[in-house]
């Protein structure tokens, strides 16, 4: 079970973190992501973390890089987007999401979600 949470109104050029709390003792087994999904418009990949034999690795889409950051704390089982500068087009419902193994950016291939935390940057 994922719980989302963090969401809220912002102006354009702040700053907010979203967490993801996850339930479960094999958190760390799990690749994580964010995937959002704007009024009329198909859900997104935003960012993804996957833990590696050297650390974790992490993927961004083009549209975030450089502004958003993702991180886990496995102790934790819980999982963060840092969302720096973010700008109006950054407006929607945002998801956590985790799939066993590698991380992907098709949202088809994650089994579990969390309910979605309202993210709202006026301009």
């Known amino acids: 079970q994922l719980q989302a949470s963090g969401g809220g109104l912002v102006q354009a050029g702040g700053s907010l973190r979203l967490s993801c709390a996850a339930s479960?003792?094999?958190?760390?087994?799990?690749?994580m992501a964010w995937f959002r999904q704007a009024p009329g418009k198909e859900r997104e990949f935003v960012a993804a973390i996957a833990n590696t034999w050297s650390g974790s690795r992490t993927d961004y889409a083009d549209s975030v890089k450089g502004r958003f950051t993702i991180s886990r704390d496995n102790a934790k089982a819980t999982v963060y987007l840092q969302m720096n500068s973010l700008k109006p087009e950054d407006t929607a419902v945002y998801y956590c999401?985790?799939?066993?193994?590698?991380?992907?950016?098709?949202?088809?291939?994650?089994?579990?979600w969390g309910q979605g935390t309202q993210v709202t940057v006026s301009s």
């Open positions: 999401s985790a799939r066993r193994g590698i991380a992907t950016q098709t949202s088809s291939t994650y089994d579990y």
């Open positions: 479960g003792r094999t958190f760390s087994t799990y690749a």
